[in-house]
């Protein structure tokens, strides 16, 4: 992993930062070590972003993803993460009151903004088989995907060898952004398949939760070296903090905040920063609370525009 030291949505050097742990999950399957590693959960102090210091390369990144849900990475996770349950693993993206109510936000954010008979060619990219591109935008529906799922019916899956042979009229980027170690270069790359004006729908879950007054101080970060001594302590706080994170929407005061697969948290502000800075043109941005198939999970949408001459 490497560190930085300016907030990847703003540039901005300004911030407040708090002791965090990369989760022993990450630390065993992706880093290949048994160690736990401490990191820095950050806070710009201009745009606001919410951040971990540390950041995947790479290799890392294609460790994580390579195999993702598969059954060596839910083999791995449960190992670290007793809670965390095949019918989780199996679940995510695919419950249908799910991907209903991730429809039915896109269609909200899109429909009133935009002339839909305009929209033809839609691509989802990172999208799984196509299943959140809704029913009614598009005539065309292409899902740019490197896992080997097979797209859904009437849905093109396209590869780097052939998705530039398509001009897009609305690219969706959902649940990506937070993965990224550099969101800059993952919107540089989306920005080559613009032709004319291209639409963007991108969404983000919204996990900033409020920071307990106490992790600032030096003693939070003597107990987090204490219970990283103790095996079991760090297991169970780990498990106290995400259910409380997941189901209260808040970190307990002796949890902690640990970098996961989600190195980034956005808000609307943050979001909207970083797009603006690509040279994004900012359509429609909010929030939405939604009930997910295991807890309730909030979201940003953001519909934008990108031109070239
Ligand atoms: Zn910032």
């Given at each position: 992993m490497y560190a930085i030291d300016r907030c990847p949505c703003c540039n901005s050097r300004e911030n407040r930062s708090f002791p965090a742990i990369v989760a022993p999950f990450i630390s065993d399957y992706v880093l290949g070590q048994n160690a736990l590693?401490?990191?820095?959960?950050?806070?710009?102090?201009?745009?606001?972003?919410?951040?971990?210091?540390?950041?995947?390369?790479?290799?890392?990144?294609?460790?994580?993803?390579?195999?993702?849900?598969?059954?060596?990475?839910?083999?791995?996770?449960?190992?670290?993460?007793?809670?965390?349950?095949r019918k989780d693993n199996d679940g995510i993206g695919h419950n249908a009151d799910e991907?209903?109510?991730r429809k039915d936000f896109v269609s909200g954010m899109i429909l009133p903004h935009l002339d839909n008979s305009k929209i033809v060619n839609v691509?989802?990219?990172?999208?799984?088989?196509?299943?959140?591109?809704?029913?009614?935008?598009?005539?065309?529906k292409y899902v740019y995907e490197l896992s080997d799922v097979l797209p859904?019916?009437?849905?093109?899956?396209?590869?780097?060898?052939?998705?530039?042979?398509?001009?897009?009229?609305?690219?969706?980027?959902?649940?990506?952004?937070?993965h990224c170690s550099d969101p800059s270069g993952m919107l540089g790359?989306?920005?080559?398949?613009?032709?004319?004006?291209?639409?963007?729908?991108?969404?983000?879950?919204f996990e900033n939760y409020p920071i307990p007054p106490n992790w600032a101080s030096a003693a939070y970060e003597r107990y987090l070296h204490i219970i990283a001594g103790a095996g079991t302590m760090v297991v169970l706080c780990d498990c106290i903090s995400t259910v409380s994170r997941l189901l209260l929407g808040r970190f307990p005061r002796w949890g902690f905040a640990k970098l996961h697969e989600h190195i980034n948290y956005y808000n609307e502000k943050?979001?909207?920063?970083l797009l603006l800075r690509e040279g994004f043109r900012i359509i429609a941005c909010?929030?939405?609370?939604?009930?997910?198939?295991?807890?309730?999970?909030?979201k940003i949408g953001c519909l934008a525009s990108f031109s070239k001459q």
């Open positions: 590693r401490f990191c820095k959960l950050v806070e710009c102090g201009n745009c606001t972003f919410r951040y971990f210091d540390l950041r995947y390369d790479e290799k890392e990144t294609a460790a994580l993803y390579r195999n993702y849900r598969g059954e060596s990475y839910y083999l791995a996770r449960h190992r670290h993460e007793f809670w965390y349950r991907i209903k109510n691509l989802d990219y990172g999208g799984d088989k196509g299943q959140f591109i809704p029913e009614g935008i598009g005539a065309n859904l019916p009437g849905t093109v899956k396209l590869n780097d060898g052939n998705i530039h042979d398509h001009r897009y009229d609305l690219i969706m980027l959902c649940h990506v952004l937070e790359k989306i920005k080559q398949l613009v032709q004319g004006t291209t639409f963007f729908y991108f969404e983000v879950p943050s979001l909207a920063e909010k929030g939405d609370d939604c009930k997910s198939h295991s807890h309730i999970a909030r």
